[in-house]
């Protein structure tokens, strides 16, 4: 009988082993989970400042930018894409896109997004729309869609 199984044993010994390391190697760590930390809250920052105002990009390209409406106001943008044209509804209901030529459809049941931060993608035809700002009510609490995002 052939033994398959020649890989070594894990044991305690062995991962004590792994978290060996100088003092350079655990200030390099910590530097580097501060600077994580402190570009986290930058960027939040960054993302929280103005009107609430969608996005719209093609790949590393921005297409479109347009305030969130606070009236009835309904704008549609036309984003040429890998495949084809999305079509993109910004309201104040948030951001949406209402058709696409991609096969799953992904992006068109994912709903609307409204919230800060909040991102739609249509990542077969390379098309995204991200909403920046403050939010219209100053709400201040995290809104993540889990099943979405």
Same mark, same amino acid.
């Given at each position: 009988?052939?033994?398959?199984?020649?890989?070594?044993?894990?044991?305690?010994?062995? !991962?004590?082993?792994?978290?060996?390391?100088?003092?350079?190697?655990? !200030?390099?760590?910590?530097?580097?989970?501060?600077?994580?930390? !402190?570009?986290? !809250?930058?960027?939040?920052?960054?993302?929280?400042?103005?009107?609430?105002?969608? #996005?719209? #990009?093609?790949?590393?390209?921005?297409?479109?930018?347009?305030?969130?409406?606070?009236?009835?106001?309904?704008?549609?943008?036309?984003?040429?894409?890998?495949?084809?044209?999305?079509?993109?509804?910004?309201?104040?209901?948030?951001?949406?896109?209402?058709?696409?030529?991609?096969?799953?459809?992904?992006?068109?049941?994912?709903?609307?997004?409204? #919230?800060?931060?909040?991102?739609?993608?249509?990542?077969?035809?390379?098309?995204?729309?991200?909403?920046?700002?403050?939010?219209?009510?100053?709400?201040?609490?995290?809104?993540?869609?889990?099943?979405?995002?």
């Amino acid at each position: 009988m052939i033994d398959t199984d020649n890989h070594p044993k894990a044991n305690l010994a062995s !991962f004590r082993q792994c978290l060996k390391g100088t003092w350079m190697d655990r !200030f390099v760590l910590l530097l580097l989970l501060l600077s994580i930390v !402190f570009l986290w !809250f930058q960027i939040n920052q960054n993302l929280s400042q103005g009107l609430p105002t969608a #996005y719209i #990009y093609h790949g590393k390209q921005l297409l479109a930018s347009y305030p969130l409406p606070m009236d009835d106001k309904v704008i549609h943008v036309p984003a040429k894409g890998e495949i084809g044209i999305s079509d993109i509804e910004i309201s104040k209901l948030g951001v949406r896109f209402v058709s696409s030529p991609c096969l799953t459809h992904h992006c068109t049941l994912a709903g609307s997004k409204k #919230y800060t931060g909040s991102v739609i993608a249509c990542v077969p035809n390379h098309i995204m729309a991200v909403i920046r700002g403050s939010d219209a009510n100053n709400d201040k609490k995290v809104h993540f869609d889990a099943i979405s995002e």
